[in-house]
């Protein structure tokens, strides 16, 4: 039901859903191992304070607010960036989902160095996937904008070079949609990502870039084989899908509401083992740590306790 609201907007997929609710492009793929040192564990935190900023995007001629968590100087609001370049993310949160939802896992991203711009737009009962999209693509642009603006927080903080877009959900196919919209963009991961209209499976079809889809296997919402799997069908390679045994669609957010779905892990495994999977494939595939490739697509990856690995290197 939850997919025919993302294509149809249907009164009672409305209701059950309010239920619920309350470039470096040469180590994107596979093709050179990672020298032979340690790795770092990506589920733990990151080197950088996590800092954070609410402003309103204008970029592209488009229009709304947004949280950025970013690495600072010192943790907290408004603090300055740390040193950079650092990459940048856009990241889509779910159907009627706050982006606070996605904390944990956004600033998980900056504590190693990632500036992510989160857009509150899209939020209401009638959203647009193709607008969400564009939004996602409006803060890149955005970003970029700041990395070259006097005066910005973020003036030469950004790697322009390094560019991805994420997102949960609904959010993870505007992420996808996204992608096939904006040449800029080196990575995509995605959460759960639920099929669109228009269609996020057609998107993944024609990206060329590096595309992660990470699913649970209780999801009973934007279950695996319904949605991240046909888009892992559709996607050539470099792709990737990783299915956490046991998880759900509301895993991957901070708290469930009523009538949410669940799963056989706790929220708490499932996140740890999510921001492992996606740290390390984001900082892989943007070239940022080689010592990651075992993570990503080596022997580590297949054999990681509680995951299905499947692969198009």
């Known amino acids: 039901m939850f997919r025919r609201l993302l294509r149809t907007v249907s009164v009672p997929a409305i209701l059950l859903t309010l239920a619920a609710a309350l470039t470096v492009p040469s180590a994107a793929t596979a093709a050179t191992p990672a020298p032979s040192t340690a790795a770092v564990d990506p589920s733990n935190p990151g080197p950088f304070a996590v800092a954070h900023t609410d402003l309103t995007v204008s970029a592209a001629g488009r229009s709304f607010a947004a949280r950025v968590w970013y690495p600072g100087t010192t943790a907290g609001a408004d603090a300055p960036v740390a040193a950079g370049p650092h990459p940048g993310l856009a990241f889509g949160h779910g159907f009627f989902q706050d982006v606070s939802k996605y904390e944990s896992l956004l600033t998980h991203y900056a504590s190693w160095g990632v500036i992510t711009v989160a857009p509150k737009s899209q939020g209401g009962l009638f959203p647009s996937h193709s607008g969400f999209a564009d939004d996602l693509n409006a803060s890149l642009t955005w970003l970029t904008a700041q990395n070259s603006t006097g ?163």
Request: aromatic share 6%.
């Open 151 to 313: 005066g910005s927080r973020f003036a030469g903080a950004v790697d322009t070079a390094r560019l991805g877009l994420s997102g949960h959900s609904m959010g993870g196919g505007a992420a996808l949609l996204a992608a096939a919209r904006n040449s800029a963009v080196k990575t995509v991961s995605t959460l759960a990502a639920a099929e669109t209209d228009p269609s996020a499976v057609t998107a993944s079809g024609t990206l060329s870039i590096p595309a992660q889809y990470v699913g649970g296997s209780a999801d009973s919402i934007a279950g695996v084989a319904g949605n991240q799997q046909k888009m892992y069908d559709a996607k050539p390679s470099p792709t990737q899908l990783r299915v956490i045994t046991g998880g759900f669609h509301c895993g991957f957010v901070d708290s469930s509401g009523i009538g949410c779905d669940s799963g056989s892990v706790t929220r708490a495994v499932q996140q740890r083992l999510t921001r492992g999977i996606t740290t390390a494939y984001l900082l892989y595939t943007w070239g940022i740590d080689d010592s990651l490739y075992d993570q990503v697509w080596g022997s580590a990856a297949r054999n990681l306790a509680g995951v299905v690995y499947s692969a198009k290197p």
